[in-house]
């Protein structure tokens, strides 16, 4: 049966599923936490700059963002500090989800930034509810991209913005991180953000078609590669 949340206020906007997350908690509470760690240590410095280069070429400044795939809520984070926005930092993971919780909570951002358990291709939440939604890293592990698109088309407001894509924010960044995944990781290469070429752009621009929208730039450069789009 569906539930609505404690707070369904016009910001948060309203969930219309509960989230059963059997089969999705891919880490345990040790595992969530060292892979928490890693993001921290390893890629803290990225996520000003990505809530900064989304806060500039999308123009959202308020109303409700969703981080899709939020980990450990790093850029729900960066983006509510950049902006006025509120965020909802969405993972399939309760423990990534904690341990989220817990950053946010020592960032002084409860009433800002919230945790919530969902996944991409079945969003929690009302149609027309987001100004913004944005994704870092995530889009490459959805299992059906038009599907997940056409998900976050209805959640989106009408002239909503999206945001998804990866990358490191600029070129060096990207050097920065490679130097230190290879020195936790001899195994990987050392740079860890392959600039996506020409191939990917032709691919992703058949994807958006498919989920619906006329509107998108693919952008492919030093910031990453990233697909930018309005309902």
């Known amino acids: 049966m569906a539930t609505r949340t404690k707070d369904p206020g016009a910001v948060w906007g309203s969930m219309t599923r509960t989230w059963n997350s059997r089969g999705y908690n891919r880490f345990d509470i040790e595992e969530a936490r060292?892979?928490?760690?890693?993001?921290?240590?390893?890629?803290?410095?990225?996520?000003?700059?990505?809530?900064?280069?989304?806060?500039?070429?999308?123009?959202?400044?308020?109303?409700?963002?969703?981080?899709?795939?939020?980990?450990?809520?790093?850029?729900?984070?960066?983006?509510?500090?950049?902006?006025?926005?509120?965020?909802?930092?969405?993972?399939?993971?309760?423990?990534?989800?904690?341990i989220a919780r817990e950053n946010i909570a020592r960032e002084g951002l409860a009433e800002r930034v919230r945790p919530v358990a969902g996944d991409v291709?079945?969003?929690?939440?009302?149609?027309?509810?987001?100004?913004?939604?944005?994704?870092?890293?995530?889009?490459?592990?959805?299992?059906?991209?038009?599907?997940?698109l056409r998900e976050v088309r209805r959640v989106l407001k009408t002239g909503g913005m999206g945001y998804v894509g990866g990358g490191a924010g600029n070129a060096e960044l990207s050097e920065e991180i490679g130097r230190k995944m290879a020195e936790r990781e001899p195994e990987r290469q050392t740079r860890p953000f392959k600039r996506s070429g020409q191939r990917d752009a032709r691919r992703w621009s058949e994807i958006m078609k498919k989920a619906g929208y006329s509107r998108y730039e693919i952008i492919c450069d030093d910031s990453g590669f990233w697909v930018f789009f309005e309902k």
């Open 34 to 98: 060292e892979y928490a760690a890693f993001a921290a240590e390893v890629f803290a410095p990225i996520y000003p700059v990505m809530a900064r280069q989304i806060d500039e070429r999308c123009g959202v400044k308020e109303g409700l963002c969703i981080d899709i795939g939020s980990g450990a809520g790093h850029l729900a984070i960066a983006l509510a500090k950049a902006t006025s926005l509120r965020v909802c930092a969405m993972d399939f993971s309760g423990p990534i989800l904690a």
């Open 121 to 148: 291709h079945r969003m929690p939440f009302r149609e027309g509810t987001a100004s913004l939604i944005v994704s870092r890293g995530s889009m490459r592990f959805w299992r059906n991209k038009p599907a997940a």
